[in-house]
Structures are given as C-alpha cells and as structure tokens.
C-alpha cells in the first residue's frame, strides 16, 4: 500500500505555538532536489534501507526521506513547522508504506514508551530547540535494542574552521530554520545512554556549504 495517510492530528503537545518558516519550506524543498540529483539521494537511501519494523522519523521537513523506507512495515513522522507540514502533507504518497503524521517537536514525541523499532533523524538535530530532549525523547519511544539512524553535519574537527562556524552561525540560523553548525550529535546519543554509538563520514563531491562535515550512523536504546 503506497502512502495511507492514517493519522493528521492537530498539534497538542506544545503548549507555544511553533514558529513557522515558510520561505525557507519552499527554499528547503528546491535545496533538496538539487542535492539528491547531486547524489545525497544515494545516502539518504543507503541509510534507510536500515530502517525496519515500525519507524519513527523525527522532524521530516518537506519529506526527503519517503521513498526511501522500502524496508519499513510502517512509518510514522513528526514535524512541528506549520509550512514544512504544508508542503510534507502534499508528499506523503511519495511513500512506499502506510504514514501516520504528528505535528510535533523531537522534544515532546507523541507516543508511548518504546513502541518503535528505529528512529530516524536527519539533517535535524542542528536545528531542534534542545537537542538532549530530543535525543532523550528518541530513546523513550524506541523499544529496548531498537535502533536510531541518522545523517548530520556536526561542528567541524579544526579549529580554524570551528571558529568560522560560531562567527556565521548567528546568520545561518535565521537564514536556515534555526540550523546551528557546531552541534555534536554523536556525544548527545552517548549523553543519552544509547550504546553502540557508531559514525563515519559522509563523502560528497565538492561542499562549498559551512554545514559539513556530514556523518551518517546508528546507535542502539
Ligand atoms: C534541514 S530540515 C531537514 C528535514 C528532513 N529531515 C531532511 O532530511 O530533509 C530541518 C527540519 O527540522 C525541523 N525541526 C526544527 N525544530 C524541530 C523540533 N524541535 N522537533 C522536530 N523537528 C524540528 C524543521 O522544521 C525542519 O523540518
């Protein structure tokens, strides 16, 4: 069954109102099939062939990652912009399996304790409100040796570049939904207590973007 939508339900799991980034959703939407042309498609799907069982994906966006669960039983998304969710609703017969959408943060994920068998997060946890919230969150839901699967670009390891980040980050994150560039997911999961945290670097062609370097990996609840 390609792409049921099962489930939109408005939003009362935040008691502020979520901001809304509608240019930069139509901007996202546009950047996104550049870079899958470009080949990040490859990585998205190399990753999300992993994701099995009931899954659960954090901050959506403009539903990059839909085609891409062909191995997943059925998938369930969160995102709280109300023009990500615009442009997200539009897109859900892109996938292959039934979709429940939630309009809500990482930080309060409106499920029961470990109902999932992975969660996935990409391109996110930059731009989350508290990241070892969300990460937290990611680890209550998911089932006792469930998985987290991500893709995302983290601070970068000199020092030099490091400071050019913190200098631009200011401006990004008004420019990008919030983005920040020098977070380091990997040390939230291990914060968290997942265990077999494990990373490696995403090689692209030329990345002229501050956002790098990208990594992709899991981790285990
Ligand atoms: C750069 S986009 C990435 C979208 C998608 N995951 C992808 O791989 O293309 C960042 C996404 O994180 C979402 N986001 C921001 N704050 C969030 C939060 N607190 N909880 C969940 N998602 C959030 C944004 O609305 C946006 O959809």
Redesign the pocket.
Do not use: K, Q, W
């Given at each position: 069954m390609r792409g049921r939508t099962f489930g939109v339900m408005a939003d009362a799991t935040t008691a502020r109102p979520v901001r809304s980034?509608p240019v930069f959703?139509v901007f996202?939407r546009r950047l996104?099939d550049v870079t899958d042309r470009a080949g990040f498609a490859k990585v998205?799907a190399a990753l999300l062939a992993e994701a099995t069982g009931n899954v659960l994906?954090?901050?959506?966006?403009?539903?990059?990652?839909l085609p891409h669960y062909v191995n997943a039983d059925r998938l369930s998304v969160?995102?709280?912009?109300p023009a990500?969710l615009k442009v997200l609703r539009t897109r859900l017969d892109r996938a292959p399996v039934p979709v429940e959408l939630m309009p809500?943060?990482?930080?309060r994920i409106p499920y029961a304790d470990g109902q999932f068998d992975t969660v996935v997060?990409?391109?996110?946890l930059?731009?989350?409100?508290?990241l070892d919230k969300?990460v937290a969150e990611a680890k209550r839901v998911l089932k006792p040796g469930g998985k987290v699967l991500f893709?995302e670009h983290v601070g970068a390891p000199s020092a030099k570049a490091r400071r050019t980040q913190q200098r631009i980050e200011p401006v990004w994150k008004r420019l990008?939904?919030?983005?920040l560039l020098t977070r380091d997911p990997v040390a939230a999961f291990e914060r968290a207590g997942f265990t077999e945290v494990a990373a490696e670097d995403v090689v692209l062609g030329r990345n002229p973007a501050p956002a790098k370097p990208i990594i992709r990996g899991s981790a285990r609840a």
């Open positions: 980034h959703a996202y996104c998205r994906e954090i901050g959506a966006g403009t539903g990059g990652n969160v995102e709280p912009d990500m809500a943060p990482a930080e997060c990409t391109l996110v930059c731009s989350v409100a508290d969300a893709i990008f939904g919030g983005c």
